[in-house]
Nanobody, 129 residues
Framework: QVQLMDSGGDSVQAGGSLRLSCSTS????????IGWFRQAPGKEREGVAV?????????YYADSVKGRFTISRGSAANTVYLQMNNLKPEDTGLYYC?????????????????????WGQGTQVTVSL
């Protein structure tokens, strides 16, 4: 059973930065599709970014975060980071780390949260003006 621990959420002002972390346990999965979804109150869960941990690339992003967010793999391959820069109030939400071991890791993964196998508990990001 894959367990995901996501962390790093906080309250920041618009224009600020945060880095979210997602760690897998009890093993390292060097060929997993790991990414982030977010959900704002009253809205559906939205795919943000995803990366293939085997090589660290390619990675895919939602159009709303391209150029501002960067997803990366840690050196141990059991941690994935989401660097979020130039944050906007519309980035506010509960951010969930998500993982799959056997699905194709491409842009379509971001549009199918119902197919994700493993979820973290979520970490809150709040961006104020």
């Amino acid at each position: 059973q894959v367990q995901l621990m996501d962390s790093g959420g906080d309250s920041v002002q618009a224009g600020g930065s945060l880095r979210l972390s997602c760690s897998t346990s009890p093993y390292t999965y060097p060929g997993a599709c790991i990414g982030w979804f977010r959900q704002a109150p009253g809205k559906e869960r939205e795919g943000v970014a995803v990366i293939y941990t085997g090589s660290g690339e390619p990675s895919y992003y939602a159009d709303s975060v391209k150029g501002r967010f960067t997803i990366s793999r840690g050196s141990a391959a059991n941690t994935v980071y989401l660097q979020m820069n130039n944050l906007k109030p519309e980035d506010t939400g509960l951010y969930y780390c998500a993982a799959d071991l056997f699905r194709l890791c491409d842009a379509s993964w971001l549009g199918a949260p119902d197919l994700v196998n493993y979820w973290g508990q979520g970490t809150q990001v709040t961006v104020s003006l």
